[in-house]
């Protein structure tokens, strides 16, 4: 009687183990289902964060290029201003902080003008010069830029104001920024296109 208590007693041991293996390989294979789930779930993350990285970069190239347009007009505009803008008060500070924003072309124009006594005769006659700039045209998206300015240049005094075209082209190239050339731009091979007289009235 013992004996086969003995028996069923090794018979409930193995069936238990049975059931423990059965367990065990049940969780292994749910644990590697789950693995499995999880590694495809952070490859699926992985491949989505990186296409986002690539359309955050080419979104990024596309507004610099955006804003090195935006500062090459900027820099002629500021240039424009400071350079024909004037009168008797202010032209030699005008010119000189738009000479750090030119090379020789500028120079070679501000000599032509100073040989001509352009500036004596704003001084002696006490003239005030603007400028109103119609467009600014950046003809292409790599540096060197080629622009073009359409503007007419005011000039006014005591006996009435006089309107001519200031038009010019020129090449616009990047360069370390400073305080004085806050763009990092720098005008190349300035010149004027047309400065014809456009319209004189004796009012001021």
């Not at 013992?2 to 390989?25: A, C, P």
């Not at 979104?59 to 008797?88: C, P, T, W």
């Not at 020129?170 to 047309?194: A, L, Y």
């Amino acid at each position: 009687m013992e004996k086969k208590y003995t028996e069923l007693q090794k018979l409930s041991f193995l069936d238990n183990g049975i059931k423990v293996w059965k367990q065990i390989t049940v969780f292994i294979v749910v644990a590697f289902i789950l693995q499995g789930i999880i590694m495809y779930y952070m490859y699926t993350r992985a491949i989505v964060k990186a296409i986002d990285r690539v359309y955050i970069a080419r979104d990024f190239s596309i507004d610099r290029v955006e804003d090195k347009v935006a500062m090459a007009s900027g820099h002629v505009q500021n240039f424009y201003k400071l350079f024909f803008e004037i009168d008797a008060g202010n032209y030699k500070k005008n010119v000189s902080d738009a000479l750090e924003l030119v090379g020789e072309s500028g120079k070679e124009l501000a000599q032509v003008y100073a040989n001509n006594k352009y500036y004596e005769r704003i001084v002696s006659n006490n003239l005030w010069i603007g400028v109103n700039i119609d467009s600014i045209k950046i003809l292409n998206v790599d540096p060197p830029f080629i622009a073009r300015v359409y503007a007419k240049r005011v000039i006014r005094s005591a006996y009435g104001t006089k309107y001519t075209q200031l038009n010019s082209e020129m090449e616009v190239r990047q360069v370390s920024n400073t305080v004085k050339n806050p763009f990092g731009m720098m005008i190349e091979n300035f010149r004027i296109t047309d400065d014809r007289d456009v319209f004189s009235s004796d009012k001021y």
